[in-house]
């Protein structure tokens, strides 16, 4: 089968590869469409730390089930499923507690330690299978994962009905986050990034303010929104150190602040200032049973993912994607790219 490989920093090509043969409690996915994450860039470049090469990227995947083997149950051949990437292995003490996607043998699948969708086909548990609704089309599917990780940051933080959140970076999480929040009850809205495209989509999607921080000071602006307050609930989900620096700078005294974003350097923040203000931070990662709640939201047009979608590419358009620099650069106007096969 045909699939995309990456093998090392800045090297990633189309290869003919054996097509992948499911053990028992697994499941053969025919590919149809495939998220395009800034993690694979992340991995692309060398810089996450736990992705292995050879390693086929790809892990936002949806597809058909193709086949099935012994002691598979909840999906049949045929069915239209997308995946939850997380790999776990049910029986350290995190997965026996419940907590299965802080597995102490975590694997992701296209990330670490598991080959991934950038390919004709793909193998995965039966476990991480959620069936789609027939009606859904696959290039929205693809973005149930993007709703599905900022589903499970919600439930961490939680919002209550009528607080305020600030959100730093419109990438597709951040948008996430914005209508999340919206359904959520919250008051007030604030979105900050840098570029007005995506700021523009934000308002579209439901922010009541957003701020480009390139051309005002977002600290200053905040303040002055929430009358020297600080906004109850500041959500980081660019991935830039300074702005997790600012969330904690824009958030009320005993706010919470989530960290959201996939930071490739570590963050220079006020220790003292947090101590101080006595402020709540907590972390986020993966979509714990969040996938069926996300299918619903998209399915019922509570939440609008389509909008976020500036690229639809096959297996060859995904390979220039990485390696002319469009994602990267985010060239013509790229928010979201997904692969449809
Ligand atoms: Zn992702
Ligand atoms: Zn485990």
Not at 111 to 117: I, K, P, R, S, V
Not at 166 to 175: K, N, R, S, T, V
């Amino acid at each position: 089968m045909k699939a995309l490989v990456w093998e090392g920093p800045f090297e990633m090509g189309i290869k003919a590869v054996e097509k992948p043969r499911p053990e028992k409690g697994e499941v053969l996915i025919r590919t149809k469409s495939v998220g395009v994450c800034g993690s694979d860039l992340e991995i692309f470049r060398g810089d996450f730390a736990q992705a292995v090469p050879p390693l086929i990227l790809g892990h936002e995947a949806c597809g058909i089930i193709e086949q099935v083997t012994e002691g598979v149950e909840n999906v049949k051949a045929g069915d239209r499923v997308v995946v939850d990437p997380g790999i776990f292995c049910g029986r350290c003490e995190f997965c026996r507690k419940g907590t299965y996607w802080q597995c102490d043998h975590r694997g992701i699948l296209g990330m670490q330690g598991y080959d991934g969708a950038y390919a004709e086909y793909f193998i995965v548990s039966h476990l991480s299978c959620f069936r789609i609704p027939q009606e859904m089309k696959w290039d929205e599917a693809a973005l149930i994962d993007i709703l599905a990780d900022p589903l499970h940051a919600m439930d961490m933080i939680p919002l209550q009905i009528g607080e305020t959140v600030a959100i730093f970076g419109p990438g597709p999480g951040g948008l996430s986050f914005v209508q999340l929040a919206k359904i959520g009850g919250a008051s007030l809205v604030i979105l900050i990034g840098t570029r007005e495209k995506r700021l523009a989509l934000g308002r579209k999607l439901g922010a009541d303010i957003t701020i480009n921080v390139t051309e005002e000071n977002v600290i200053d602006r905040i303040k002055q929104i929430t009358e020297g307050r600080g906004v109850d609930v500041g959500i980081e989900a660019s991935g830039s150190t300074q702005a997790l620096a600012d969330t904690l700078k824009v958030t009320r005294k005993h706010g919470r602040v989530m960290v959201f974003g996939i930071y490739s350097e570590n963050a220079s923040l006020d220790m003292q200032d947090m101590h101080r203000r006595e402020l709540t931070i907590t972390g986020s990662s993966g979509c714990p049973w969040s996938m069926p709640r996300a299918i619903d939201l998209i399915a019922t047009g509570k939440v609008q993912v389509k909008p976020m979608i500036t690229h639809r590419v096959n297996l060859e358009e995904l390979e220039s994607m990485f390696n002319d620099g469009i994602i990267e650069q985010r060239k013509g106007g790229y928010i979201k790219g997904v692969l449809l096969l």
